[in-house]
């Protein structure tokens, strides 16, 4: 299965995006945590992105499209995968939909999550995330056992730089920007799982899992 998550900054996508790929044994590929790793390890691409992503711009269509084309090679990657916060302009998407043509793969979904702006800018503000392992939790909704530390491995949380209230709106505004139109360019191609986003956690998954099955 070969399924792309849509949606704004903090809508869930990562979470829903991690229990969909449980549930189908495909790999989640999220640029957004390719290019974390990137700073992480301080390569010239980390370098190159830092400033771009503390503001909450994009970074270039070519960086992406290139760090996707390479994680797409990977063994994991060959009998599907789940796309998270990729692709994010139509540049983007027609740069995917060349690849996917070349390997003569097709995309079977893309899931939209709806939440409104307001919504997200508060749960954005409560989330914290594990840079070790991108766990990803909200002191608010979802809670880790210990204040401040990572169920899964037991690393530090932290809250990352962008999703401080500026940022977050200037996120948004990007989304709204570049990012929304791929509803209607994905919808045009009949792909389009739309959910509500707003309806918690639990529900959230369920619906998708009507739409999507698996
Ligand atoms: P995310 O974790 O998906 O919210 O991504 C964090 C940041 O990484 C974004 O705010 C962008 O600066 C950058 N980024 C991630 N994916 C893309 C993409 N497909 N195109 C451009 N920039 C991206």
Redesign the pocket.
Known sequence: MRIIMLGP?GSGKGTQGVLITERNGIPQI????L?RESRAKGTELGKK?AG??DR????S?EI?IDLIRERLQEPDAAAGFLL??????VV?AEALGELLADRSEKLDYVVLIDVTDDEIVGRLGSRRVCPACNAVFNIDSNPPVKDGICDECGGPLVQRD?DKPATIRS?LAVYHDQTESLVSFYKKLGLLAPVNGSIGQNAVSVEIEKMIGG
Not at 30 to 33: E, N, R, Y
């Open positions: 900054p999220s640029t957004g945590d290019l992105v771009i992503m909450g711009d994009l970074v269509d992406v998270d916060g990729f692709p994010r302009t983007q962008d996120r």
